[in-house]
Structure formats: structure tokens, C-alpha cells
T-cell receptor
Framework: NAGVTQTPKFRVLKTGQSMTLLCAQD?????MYWYRQDPGMGLRLIHY???????AKGEVPDGYNVSRLKKQNFLLGLESAAPSQTSVYFC????????????FGDGTRLSIL | AQKITQTQPGMFVQEKEAVTLDCTYD???????LFWYKQPSSGEMIFLIY??????QNATEGRYSLNFQKARKSANLVISASQLGDSAMYFC????????????FGSGTRLQVQP
């Protein structure tokens, strides 16, 4: 099983461009999350979803939008990329039990010039 | 709000020795989970160990153990018999038991194992 798959793995954008990061899971998990990781910091929650058709803001949602039209996919969009959004983005999923770990994708390294 | 503090930006340990990575947390929740993740230089996040707030015994997973002291709000990771492959970033994280059930991460500790 693939688990949690993120595409693309790397991307370079110019300021003002838009793009969508895709997270796909085959674990049938309800909960899905987008985090960003910046140098010297832990992962911070951008947006999350507790089920198909639902999304909500995390700690650092500004400049991002998300959609979860299908249970297995969670999309993160940047409408107008800014250099401050240069980061590594991780998608994670989990089942309903809070004692279960979140499963992470391998990350997307995004650079905004 | 939850907060995780890891006060050791970097640690060195000799191969085959044990090492303790510190983690303290702050929360007003009665129920929560504490997790440790490893991030090697390749970048993926690898789950290591979990401790529930109501677990009476410290968690162990192979060479990893979690020294949980609830009254002191600490959840230190102990790695026994360090190996060169243990060199990585280590993150302590707390998970909410209700609502969004998201993880709150500390800033991490970079561990370097020396031969």
C-alpha cells in the first residue's frame, strides 16, 4: 500500500503564481491535515479536515485554501504565492482513535522566488 | 492552547551509549496523547512511540522508551544503545483527544551519534 502520497515532491514558483498540492491516501482515514515545516521550527497546522466535504483552519491558514471533495484526497492551494510560503509541506492522516499516530506523506519542498 | 517545549537544539552521543531527549508540555486538557517522531535527513516523518495521559506505565518500543512524568508535564525520549542510524531530528508532539485531533509539535532536537 502507498499510504499517504504527496505530489509534487518539489516545486519552484514565482511570486504571484498559483498552485495546488495534492495529498492522496489509501488508508480510509477520516482525518487529514496539512502542516508546514520551516527551518528551526516544528510542524505547524495550516488546515485540516475531519471528513469528506469538511475543512477548517489551523494555526497558520492565511494565504492557503483547501478542499476535500473526496475522502481520499485533500488539496492545498496557494492562490498567489509569496516568498514567506517557502517551506516544506506535509500531509498527514489519521483514524478516529486519538491514540493512533498520524501517518505522514514524504513532504513537498516548495520554493517561492 | 497546547504548547510543546524542546530545550535542546542539538545533542551528541557516542555510539552504543544511551541518550535522553527532553520534552515538556503545557495543556489544560485532561486527556491527551504524547508522540515522538524521527525525521532523518531524507525528510520523512517516522513515528517512534506514544504515551497516553492516563497510561500508568511508561511506553517502550524496542530501543525507545518514554519517561513520562505527568506532574512535571514532561515526556522525555530515551534511546538506548545508540546507533549511527539514529542521527536525525527528533520531534515531540501532543495530540488533542477531541475535536480536530491535530498534533502540536516542539521545535525539535538534532541528535548526532558519533562513532
Amino acid at each position: 500500500n502507498a499510504g499517504v502520497t504527496q505530489t509534487p515532491k518539489f516545486r519552484v514558483l514565482k511570486t504571484g503564481q498559483s498552485m495546488t498540492l495534492l495529498c492522496a491516501q489509501d488508508m480510509n482515514h477520516e482525518y487529514m491535515y496539512w502542516y508546514r515545516q520551516d527551518p528551526g521550527m516544528g510542524l505547524r497546522l495550516i488546515h485540516y479536515s475531519v471528513g469528506e466535504g469538511t475543512t477548517a483552519k489551523g494555526e497558520v491558514p492565511d494565504g492557503y485554501n483547501v478542499s476535500r471533495l473526496k475522502k481520499q484526497n485533500f488539496l492545498l492551494g496557494l492562490e498567489s504565492a509569496a516568498p514567506s510560503q517557502t517551506s516544506v509541506y506535509f500531509c498527514a492522516t489519521s483514524g478516529p482513535n486519538s491514540n493512533q499516530p498520524q501517518h505522514f506523506g514524504d513532504g513537498t519542498r516548495l520554493s517561492i522566488l | 492552547a497546547q504548547k510543546i517545549t524542546q530545550t535542546q537544539p542539538g545533542m551528541f552521543v557516542q555510539e552504543k551509549e544511551a541518550v535522553t531527549l527532553d520534552c515538556t508540555y503545557d495543556t489544560s486538557d485532561q486527556s491527551y496523547g504524547l508522540f515522538w517522531y524521527k525525521q532523518p535527513s531524507s525528510g520523512e516523518m517516522i513515528f517512534l512511540i506514544y504515551q497516553g495521559s492516563y497510561d500508568e506505565q511508561n511506553a517502550t518500543e524496542g530501543r525507545y522508551s518514554l519517561n513520562f512524568q505527568k506532574a512535571r508535564k514532561s515526556a522525555n525520549l530515551v534511546i538506548s544503545a545508540s546507533q549511527l542510524g539514529d542521527s536525525a531530528m527528533y520531534f515531540c508532539a501532543m495530540r488533542e483527544y477531541t475535536g480536530r485531533r491535530a498534533l502540536t509539535f516542539g521545535s525539535g532536537t538534532r541528535l548526532q551519534v558519533q562513532p
